[in-house]
């Protein structure tokens, strides 16, 4: 069985080697043509950058700017830049030499830096199509081609476009990492170790009749994938916190009529956002607004006042949205009007989740829940005694703002904790394609230790639980962009020196 299943196994790497010569063929015509685009921000400014990939980038450079030479790579040089059509001067700026393979697409690479007018973009643009087999950039080439280059693979091509568009500090520390190679380095580690695991089995079926492998090597396969396992499980078991820094986290900021829910957005948002009047039931739909709070996305959403019955058949519909926001919100900030309680007559504990049951609420969720207590400028000081004593409470003034430091204090509290610190922690997911496959990897790691725990030792077939890992590779592969096989061969050989 072993020399048959060796046989398969070099079959298949000639079968991988064909198809890779292939891809890399279509590869070299898709890539064969000189790209070029604006690599700054569009609209008027001081200065442009016009990014050209590809081989004619030399013969470009040379003609554009009349240099005999090529300039000393990744220094900047001032030069007259030049229609490559008319020889008219296009303008007078830096330009920069990247030789490939080093430079970001891993291609010969131009960076032309001039002045940032429409005129000189558009004449730019008007020269270097003019050049034979030049054309312009599709949306993400330059980085699809650092892709193909090897430069990075897919988890650092996703980290980039998030560190484009961050829009906080959490945002941008979490894209960094991830763009600079952080969740590569934990999956590609996680790979090796199971393409090692696979070399160990594969060796085990072509060559343990010889004695050249240790017996042990199925255990200690058993052994690795039950760490992985646990590894994963504890990887996938992040409340989700990667996906939520990612994305934002949705809070809804809920309550009954008139308590100040949409005073509040507007506070916070220094701006009118919500309509604010003293007729209850003004909000109807959700008004969803982006904030930072803290270094954190936030999508604060305005509900419905919430109340037991109504008989306007439109507040009704937004109530009912707005508890099905709650159900599905990440957080939530639960506003409470002060000024309606009588605190001689209740504790406030009680009052509160009487006041959760009177708006139609489960008081399950506040352990996911901010308590806001609005209009605090109006209630007496023992009132306001017993609410600052109980540290759960938040107090806020949204007519005169006071309270509103602590308040943005408590609630970067709790989006660290729904986020986590990007600076800190281990890598986490940011992306749902990446727990698809880490959870198929799971479930193919699972497998593998079922089928040994399951199947009597004479009845196994050691092939069929090699596949098993091949899929978990195959799995983590598609988060990266990696491919296996040639790999596991290479490893079988110079791990276990063979010598046959």
Known sequence: MGCGYGAVLFSRAANFKFLRKEIESCLSTRNSSTIFGLSSGFGKCGVSVIRVSGDASREILCRKTRQKSLPTARKALLARIYHGRTNEMIDRGLLLWFPGPNSFTGEDTIEFHVHGGSAIIAAMYDSLAAFPDVRIAEPGEFTKRAFYAGKMDLTEVEGLADLIHAETEAQRRQALRQANGQLATFYNGMRARLVKVIAGVEAYIDFAEDQDVDDGVLDGSIAEVRALIEELKAHLNDNRRGERLRTGVRTAIVGAPNVGKSSLINLLSQRNVSIVTSIAGTTRDIVES???????????????????????????????????????????????????????????????????????????????????????????????????????FTLLSCENKSGLPELLATMSTHLERLCGSPGIENPTITQERHRYHLKQCLECLERYGEYFAETPEAARDLAIATHHLRNAVRSIGRITGSVETEEILDAIFSTFCIGK
């Open 290 to 392: 982006h904030y930072d709070i803290g270094g954190y996305p936030v999508v604060l959403a305005d509900t419905a006042g919430l109340r037991s019955k109504t008989d306007d058949i439109v507040e009704s519909e937004g109530i009912a949205r707005a508890k099905a926001y709650v159900e599905s919100a990440d957080f939530v900030v639960l506003v409470i009007d002060a000024s309606r309680i009588d605190g001689h007559a209740i504790e406030v504990d009680s009052y509160v989740e009487q006041y959760i049951a009177s708006v139609g609420l489960d008081k399950a969720l506040l352990g996911n829940a901010m308590v806001v207590f609005n209009k605090c400028d109006l209630v007496d000081e023992q009132l306001l005694s017993k609410l600052r004593s109980n540290q759960r």
